[in-house]
């Protein structure tokens, strides 16, 4: 078994790293000084700035994996990206989780990375032209509406949200929650999940159609805190669908076809979160090993304590093991398909908050009160990181995949 990245692995890894610590790392307090006294919801300028050159350097879009040959029926759309693999990718994704706000300036950042992956793979030329075109480019942002706050949407065959035919329209009623990217203002574009046949089979009755967010009916009731944090300027909204009416053309692949596109959309999302958290966790390692040797306690540093000794030691394996299995699923995605590493995805789903969230808290605690401020970005990435044991599907859905895994391995 060979662990040695390739010269094209190494390749975009370091070019990547090279930019954030050329580009993005020195702007990083001026950032958040913009966010904290200017307007809020308003496109950060900074970010602005540096996306013409990190396209210009060639690293624009990198999530996109290789296309399959193309459909000679109609080849007139192509992606615009370096179409690295899953495997490619996880490595420059570690290097963006560094900075919670990096990824966007590679216009690879949530949810419109998944959104742009269902566009390509199940969009029609008409609405890749109107959506992704623009998304790829980085001209607008969009939204994926699933959640909904009056059922436990953990399953989703729980959703209530209509989507009725009604002639040449559809006519969609329903509230979703935790709609993320709804609050920045170039938001443009929803995808929303919801019943289109409610007498067809348990995983037949749910479609996904794209809902321009200027269309009547469609209103932001209000933006949701994170730990008290309101993740300004992107946000998470609560969103009211009421009699919202869009063209028929606007389903995405047929009626009752909503799990396959979630299926289809949800893995390479999960793992590109999971990729983004081990950059996290080193970015809190960090921080965490220099505050402890650069204080001192009873009579000597605090990095001499043996407590903080075990911490660091724990912490340094937990992300070399995650870091293998991240790297793993990823391979296996690449070489096998979504499907055959579900299992893979599923456990890094599980594992790489889990891991994160620990090392967190413990540099937190190094920092005592400073990390509970918002003087280091350990609080901040603390909450953003909780989240994501609710994102993509709990701890609990995955846990349950695993185990069933298990058992059909020692069942009779």
């Not at 580009?23 to 966010?35: N, S, T």
Request: net charge neutral; charged share 25%.
């Amino acid at each position: 078994m060979d662990f040695t990245l390739t010269a094209r692995q190494t390749h975009f890894r370091d070019r990547v790293r090279d930019f954030i610590a050329r580009e993005i790392a020195p702007r990083d307090h001026d950032y958040h000084v913009e966010i904290e006294r200017g307007d809020r919801w308003a496109p950060s300028t900074v970010i602005e700035a540096l996306k013409p050159k990190a396209r210009a350097a060639g690293l624009w879009n990198l999530f996109m994996p290789p296309a399959p040959a193309i459909d000679p029926v109609d080849d007139r759309f192509r992606f615009e990206g370096e179409q690295l693999t899953n495997l490619e990718y996880a490595l420059c994704a570690e290097e963006m989780g560094r900075f919670h706000w990096a990824s966007e300036v590679f216009n690879c950042s949530a949810p419109d990375t998944g959104n742009m992956e269902v566009l390509e793979r199940y969009g029609t030329f008409e609405q890749k032209e109107r959506w992704l075109r623009p998304l790829m480019h980085g001209e607008i942002r969009s939204a994926f509406l699933m959640t909904e706050p009056a059922v436990a949407s953990s399953d989703a065959t729980n959703i209530e949200t209509s989507i009725r035919r009604d002639g040449d329209s559809y006519v969609i009623n329903g509230r979703k929650w935790w709609s993320s990217g709804t609050g920045d203002p170039r938001c443009k574009i929803a995808i929303v999940m919801g019943k289109t046949d409610t007498e067809a089979k348990r995983h037949q009755q749910q479609s996904m159609i794209l809902v321009p967010l200027d269309t009547p009916g469609v209103r932001i009731e209000r933006m949701l805190g994170v730990y008290g944090y309101d993740h300004a300027p992107h946000g998470h909204g609560e969103v009211v669908l009421e009699n919202v009416r869009v063209p028929a053309d606007n389903l995405l692949l047929g009626e009752g076809r909503g799990f396959e596109i979630a299926q289809g959309r949800l893995g390479p999302g999960r793992i590109h979160h999971c990729m983004r958290t081990i950059g996290t966790a080193e970015m809190a390692i960090e921080l965490m090993a220099k505050r402890l040797m650069s204080r001192t306690a009873f009579g000597k540093r605090i990095a001499d304590h043996s407590i903080w000794e075990q911490r660091i030691a724990r912490a340094r394996i937990d992300i070399e093991m995650t870091r293998l299995l991240c790297l793993k699923a990823a391979d296996m995605m690449d070489r096998a398909g979504n499907k055959a590493a579900q299992l893979e995805i599923a456990m890094i789903k599980v594992q790489a908050p889990t891991m994160a969230l620990q090392l967190l808290d413990d540099a937190i605690q190094a920092h005592g009160g400073m990390g509970v401020s918002q003087d280091t970005p350990l609080a901040a990435a603390w909450a953003g990181l909780r989240t994501l044991r609710f994102a993509d599907g709990p701890d609990e859905v995955h846990n349950r995949a695993i185990a069933r895994a298990e058992f059909g391995r020692h069942g009779a």
